[in-house]
């Protein structure tokens, strides 16, 4: 019994039937011309009281125990020199094929049968031979229903892949289930069922591949789950909406891990939206911080520089605008940045100083170190100077009385004549430079450049007699100096002075300017 899946046209069968039926061409090259070449050959099946059918190419099926199949080849051009062919089967533990062309069923299975020309060795035509068991029909309906419906799926398989694209545990057993599905398809003796149980084992392997991306996209996503879940909200103030966007984020990352037909665009979605979200979170320490620096920030920024010394200004200048940096940056600071930006600000602010401020803190030193040498009980002091510094320390505390409504200058000038009366009532300097006049004949101004001196030096005037009203003048002021002698005083500290000594000798006024340095 003999089945054919497919069979040619007419044309080809009357072409086989002629060209087997036509008398053998002796080879030989009459007349010495060129040999004539074989171009092509095809395979027929011989069939008793029918025609020869053409099979190159295709498959025939052969069940065990039938008589065996004649195969006939057809070399072209029928004018061919050397028209003798080979005949190989694939696998001869399935088919066999004898040099006549004679094929005979061995086994279950299926093997390639092929026949070559000697004259051109890559001239050759093939034909698959199917050995079935004889109680398998393979063109029963229902086994060809399920053969197709198994090749169906066997080419949506191969669209699968690589193999770098899955998990290991999954590309495995579906890699198997294909290639047993392919070896099913393309056996003929399977029945249905057999067909169908390895479109299912195919199928379900298939349904179980998981993408590495996928797998990799949804242990991201649990991991984000994890964190967000481990949050205790109560460390998190209510900012801007913040805390109630991530509770959504957070069930809608839920949600998308809960569906198994999650795509790996929808897992990465949830899972940036959810670290996003928790991103967003303000915890409580860092929104009060923010809100300190916020009212610290604010009131430096109503200071006009114009009521403060540079000095002070330029430092308070400095913490406020890193204060204002950090508070534009608040978020990606910790609390402590924030502390810390704030307490700089706060000391800087502290430490302005308006002009009538440094005015008021050198009159309140200078009336300080005045009461301590009043209740000090100093002996031995000259009276006039006493009273002197008497004087300037009532004026000093009268001054200060008035700081809040008096000019700036009336302060400095009580405070700086305080000053100038406790350093000379005290004598604090330790050095002594003596000047003479010299020349007196001359009454113009010369000057004399002395050494540095520093506070409480004093310059003394030698009288080699008959100078008289020695006097001292910071240009055109009076400087005290009982006695002629002057002491170097405080806010000199740090310059160069130019005074002008004069006095006077039987009745012309002589003058000597000195210049020194004060340390």
């Given at each position: 019994m003999l089945r054919k899946k497919s069979v040619g046209g007419l044309l080809p069968v009357l072409m086989g039937l002629a060209l087997i039926a036509a008398p053998l061409i002796l080879t030989g090259c009459p007349g010495g011309?060129?040999?004539?070449?074989?171009?092509?050959?095809?395979?027929?099946?011989?069939?008793?009281?029918?025609?020869n059918l053409p099979v190159t190419g295709e498959t025939i099926t052969l069940f065990l125990g039938d008589?065996?199949?004649?195969?006939?080849?057809?070399?072209?051009?029928?004018?061919?020199?050397?028209?003798?062919?080979?005949?190989?089967?694939?696998?001869?533990?399935?088919?066999?094929?004898?040099a006549e062309g004679l094929v005979t069923a061995v086994a279950v299975g299926s093997s390639v049968i092929t026949v070559t020309s000697r004259d051109v060795t890559t001239v050759s035509a093939q034909v698959t031979v199917v050995v079935a068991d004889a109680a398998v029909d393979p063109n029963d309906p229902?086994?060809?229903?399920?053969?197709?419906?198994?090749?169906?799926?066997?080419?949506?398989?191969?669209?699968?892949?690589?193999?770098?694209?899955?998990?290991?545990?999954?590309?495995?057993?579906?890699?198997?289930?294909?290639?047993?599905?392919?070896?099913?398809?393309?056996?003929?003796?399977?029945t249905a069922a057999q067909l169908d149980a390895a479109r299912t084992t195919l199928y379900n392997a298939m349904n179980a591949l998981e993408e590495v991306a996928l797998v990799n996209a949804r242990r991201a996503l649990d991991e984000a789950i994890e964190e967000a879940e481990e949050l205790d909200l109560e460390d998190f103030a209510d900012y801007d909406g913040t805390l109630d966007a991530f509770e959504e984020a957070l069930a809608a990352a839920i949600l998308v891990y809960g569906n198994a037909a999650a795509t790996v665009a929808q897992l990465d979605a949830a899972r940036d939206a959810l670290e996003a979200a928790m991103a967003a979170l303000v915890t409580v320490a860092l929104y009060d911080a923010r809100a300190a620096l916020q009212t610290v920030v604010t009131a430096a920024f109503a200071r006009q520089q114009a009521n403060y010394i540079p000095d002070t200004w330029g430092p308070f200048y400095i913490y406020r605008t890193l204060a204002q940096t950090a508070l534009t940056n608040w978020r990606?600071?910790?609390?402590?940045?924030?502390d810390e930006a704030r307490e700089d600000l706060e000391e800087a602010m502290a430490a302005l100083l308006t002009p009538r401020q440094v005015a008021i803190n050198a009159l309140d030193a200078a009336i300080a170190q005045a009461y301590e040498i009043f209740t000090g009980g100093i002996g031995g002091l000259d009276t006039a100077l006493w009273n002197t510094f008497l004087a300037a320390r009532t004026a000093a505390i009268a001054a200060r009385a008035l700081s809040a409504t008096a000019e700036i200058a009336y302060l400095e000038a009580a405070r700086n004549a305080l000053v100038d009366a406790i350093v000379v009532l005290l004598g604090q300097g330790e050095a002594t430079v003596t000047i003479t006049f010299v020349d007196l004949t001359r009454p113009d101004i010369r000057v004399t450049d002395l050494s540095s001196l520093a506070v409480g030096d004093t310059i003394t005037v030698e009288n080699p007699g008959g100078l008289t009203n020695i006097r001292w003048y910071?240009?055109?002021?009076?400087?005290?100096?009982?006695?002629?002698?002057?002491?170097?005083?405080?806010?000199?500290?740090?310059?160069?002075?130019?005074?002008?000594?004069?006095?006077?000798?039987?009745?012309?006024?002589?003058?000597?300017t000195v210049r020194f340095e004060v340390e």
């Amino acid at each position: 019994m003999l089945r054919k899946k497919s069979v040619g046209g007419l044309l080809p069968v009357l072409m086989g039937l002629a060209l087997i039926a036509a008398p053998l061409i002796l080879t030989g090259c009459p007349g010495g011309s060129d040999p004539v070449r074989v171009t092509g050959v095809a395979i027929y099946q011989e069939v008793a009281d029918a025609d020869n059918l053409p099979v190159t190419g295709e498959t025939i099926t052969l069940f065990l125990g039938d008589d065996p199949v004649q195969l006939r080849e057809v070399v072209t051009p029928a004018n061919a020199n050397n028209r003798a062919v080979d005949w190989t089967s694939a696998n001869d533990a399935i088919a066999t094929i004898s040099a006549e062309g004679l094929v005979t069923a061995v086994a279950v299975g299926s093997s390639v049968i092929t026949v070559t020309s000697r004259d051109v060795t890559t001239v050759s035509a093939q034909v698959t031979v199917v050995v079935a068991d004889a109680a398998v029909d393979p063109n029963d309906p229902a086994i060809v229903e399920a053969r197709n419906a198994l090749q169906a799926l066997i080419t949506t398989a191969n669209t699968r892949g690589p193999a770098t694209a899955y998990t290991t545990a999954t590309w495995g057993p579906f890699y198997d289930a294909r290639n047993a599905a392919i070896d099913a398809a393309a056996n003929m003796a399977l029945t249905a069922a057999q067909l169908d149980a390895a479109r299912t084992t195919l199928y379900n392997a298939m349904n179980a591949l998981e993408e590495v991306a996928l797998v990799n996209a949804r242990r991201a996503l649990d991991e984000a789950i994890e964190e967000a879940e481990e949050l205790d909200l109560e460390d998190f103030a209510d900012y801007d909406g913040t805390l109630d966007a991530f509770e959504e984020a957070l069930a809608a990352a839920i949600l998308v891990y809960g569906n198994a037909a999650a795509t790996v665009a929808q897992l990465d979605a949830a899972r940036d939206a959810l670290e996003a979200a928790m991103a967003a979170l303000v915890t409580v320490a860092l929104y009060d911080a923010r809100a300190a620096l916020q009212t610290v920030v604010t009131a430096a920024f109503a200071r006009q520089q114009a009521n403060y010394i540079p000095d002070t200004w330029g430092p308070f200048y400095i913490y406020r605008t890193l204060a204002q940096t950090a508070l534009t940056n608040w978020r990606t600071l910790d609390p402590e940045d924030l502390d810390e930006a704030r307490e700089d600000l706060e000391e800087a602010m502290a430490a302005l100083l308006t002009p009538r401020q440094v005015a008021i803190n050198a009159l309140d030193a200078a009336i300080a170190q005045a009461y301590e040498i009043f209740t000090g009980g100093i002996g031995g002091l000259d009276t006039a100077l006493w009273n002197t510094f008497l004087a300037a320390r009532t004026a000093a505390i009268a001054a200060r009385a008035l700081s809040a409504t008096a000019e700036i200058a009336y302060l400095e000038a009580a405070r700086n004549a305080l000053v100038d009366a406790i350093v000379v009532l005290l004598g604090q300097g330790e050095a002594t430079v003596t000047i003479t006049f010299v020349d007196l004949t001359r009454p113009d101004i010369r000057v004399t450049d002395l050494s540095s001196l520093a506070v409480g030096d004093t310059i003394t005037v030698e009288n080699p007699g008959g100078l008289t009203n020695i006097r001292w003048y910071e240009g055109a002021n009076p400087v005290m100096a009982p006695g002629g002698v002057l002491t170097v005083i405080p806010r000199w500290t740090g310059t160069t002075q130019l005074l002008t000594v004069r006095a006077t000798m039987a009745g012309i006024t002589y003058s000597l300017t000195v210049r020194f340095e004060v340390e």
